[in-house]
């Protein structure tokens, strides 16, 4: 079992960054590849970026140049980076996590584990 707890949400201005972290219990998330969903009001959750177990990142379209997801599993943590930051990535943004998979990362159903997830808000 995976507990996953998100912070590093806020309030912030266009142009802004923040940066959300996932803390992760137990002793095996180096197995655990990872990823960043976020959920707009009215609309479904969809995927932002992943980072398998042994490293290697995927990025929705929307993410690409200015998100970067990293892990550090000497803290049992992944973070999201995410710069220039604009009105449209307002939203609910939740960490999940699946063992040992490289495979569909990008697809919700794939996670076996979910954080409660953690409110980014961007003003224009």
């Known amino acids: 079992q995976v507990q996953l707890v998100e912070s590093g949400?806020?309030?912030v201005q266009a142009g802004d960054?923040?940066?959300?972290?996932?803390?992760?219990?137990?002793?095996?998330?180096?197995?655990?590849?990872?990823?960043?969903?976020r959920q707009a009001p009215g609309k479904e959750r969809e995927f932002v970026a992943a980072i398998t177990w042994n490293g290697k990142t995927y990025y929705a379209d929307s993410a690409k140049g200015r998100f970067t997801i990293s892990r550090d599993n000497a803290k049992?943590?992944?973070?999201?980076?995410?710069?220039?930051?604009?009105?449209?990535?307002?939203?609910?943004?939740?960490?999940?996590?699946?063992?040992?998979?490289?495979?569909?990362?990008?697809?919700e159903e794939t996670y076996d584990y979910w954080g409660q997830g953690t409110q980014v808000t961007v003003s224009s």
């Open 76 to 107: 049992n943590t992944v973070y999201l980076q995410m710069n220039s930051l604009k009105p449209e990535d307002t939203a609910v943004y939740y960490c999940a996590a699946v063992r040992r998979r490289f495979s569909g990362l990008g697809s």
């Open 9 to 11: 949400g806020g309030l």
């Open 17 to 37: 960054s923040l940066r959300l972290s996932c803390a992760a219990s137990g002793r095996t998330f180096s197995t655990y590849s990872m990823g960043w969903f």
